[in-house]
T-cell receptor
Framework: GENVEQHPSTLSVQEGDSAVIKCTYS??????FPWYKQELGKRPQLIID?????GEKKDQRIAVTLNKTAKHFSLHITETQPEDSAVYFC???????????FGAGTILRVKS | DGGITQSPKYLFRKEGQNVTLSCEQN?????MYWYRQDPGQGLRLIYY???????QKGDIAEGYSVSREKKESFPLTVTSAQKNPTAFYLC?????????FGPGTRLTVT
């Protein structure tokens, strides 16, 4: 089955700097890659996603890139703000797109 | 995701007792999921259901059971066979590829 690895497990950046979180996946048939943000004690919220027919997608300060050949995808946050501090999870669809397999999460701390 | 409710927010039980977690949705989504979240780990899939009266085991189904008698409801029972039930439990629905999460129930078993 699908396996998703996420790095780093924790990331501290200065306010205004960029943050990059990377994930690799194992199943070459996976075709959907969402990113979720989870604040302490709250539910995960979808912040951006990408499908396998696209190499990059941007939404304001957030972007995701996908390299299908290498089977990895990354989340890029520019001009980080304190409110970006949270846990970020990547995921990949497996088994026909009906299931998501999640990475272990990255704790992002933005220092002001 | 405002249309997914989980109750209660916090639940405490004694070891050896079964407990049922509620998940209700008014989004008219066919597919529903249960995940378990432990500190330092990602979300792990317990059970999922793509349609009423049908459900499949996820990666960590042992010690759990579910039912899907109505489209709106997908309750999860944590049985006494689950060796380490204390965790944060998240219910989700799916439309297309996108999954939407409920607010979660934090279960503590002592």
């Amino acid at each position: 089955g699908e396996n998703v690895e996420q790095h780093p497990s924790t990331l501290s950046v200065q306010e205004g700097d960029s943050a990059v979180i990377k994930c690799t996946y194992s199943d070459s048939a996976s075709n959907y890659f969402p990113w979720y943000k989870q604040e302490l004690g709250k539910r995960p919220q979808l912040i951006i996603d990408i499908r396998s027919n696209v190499g990059e997608k941007k939404d304001q300060r957030i972007a995701v890139t996908l390299n299908k050949t290498a089977k990895h995808f990354s989340l890029h946050i520019t001009e980080t703000q304190p409110e970006d501090s949270a846990v970020y999870f990547c995921a990949a669809s497996g088994e026909g797109g009906n299931k998501l397999v999640f990475g272990a999460g990255t704790i992002l701390r933005v220092k002001s | 995701d405002g249309g997914i409710t989980q109750s209660p927010k916090y639940l405490f039980r004694k070891e050896g007792q079964n407990v049922t977690l509620s998940c209700e949705q008014n989004l008219n989504h066919d597919a529903m999921y249960w995940y378990r979240q432990d500190p330092g780990q990602g979300l792990r899939l317990i059970y999922y259901s793509q349609i009423v009266n049908d459900f499949q085991k996820g990666d960590i189904a042992e010690g759990y059971s579910v039912s899907r008698e109505k489209k709106e409801s997908f309750p999860l029972t944590v049985t006494s066979a689950q060796k380490n039930p204390t965790a944060f439990y998240l219910c989700a629905t799916r439309q297309g590829n996108e999954q939407y999460f409920g607010p979660g129930t934090r279960l503590t078993v002592t």
